[in-house]
């Protein structure tokens, strides 16, 4: 069983930024493929960012690249998703997984542990 525990959301104005943070507990988190992803009301949830175990492979989807960027630090068990020049379409909940693999990971189906979720909103 893991664990994972969001951090960071709330209220910015666009062309503001946002630190999000994923706490993970429970297993080896170095173990684990982790993933970003978002959903807005009336949508379906997405995935925004994904990294590997070692944090040296990572995924962006297109409308984030050269603005957010993920990363995670296997000695304190996080995973953090740094938000940059944020657009009022940028609003979401956002959700950190887990999954047991050495590989990148990027559908969402494959994820076997989520967060509760942390609200970003952004303001025009």
């Known amino acids: 069983q893991v664990q994972l525990v969001e951090s960071g959301g709330g209220l910015v104005q666009a062309g503001g930024s946002l630190r999000l943070s994923c706490a993970a507990s429970?297993?080896?988190?170095?173990?684990?493929?982790m993933g970003w992803f978002r959903q807005a009301p009336g949508k379906e949830r997405s995935l925004v960012a994904a990294?590997?175990?070692?944090?040296?492979?990572?995924y962006y989807t297109d409308s984030v690249k050269g603005r957010f960027t993920i990363s995670r630090d296997n000695t304190k068990n996080t995973v953090d998703l740094q938000m940059n020049s944020l657009k009022p379409e940028d609003t979401a909940v956002y959700y950190c997984?887990?999954?047991?693999?050495?590989?990148?990971?990027?559908?969402?189906?494959?994820?076997?542990?989520w967060g509760q979720g942390t609200q970003v909103t952004v303001s025009s």
């Open positions: 997984a887990s999954k047991d693999s050495r590989y990148l990971i990027t559908g969402w189906e494959m994820y076997d542990y």
């Open positions: 429970g297993r080896t988190f170095s173990n684990y493929a």
């Open positions: 990294i590997n175990w070692s944090g040296d492979k990572t």
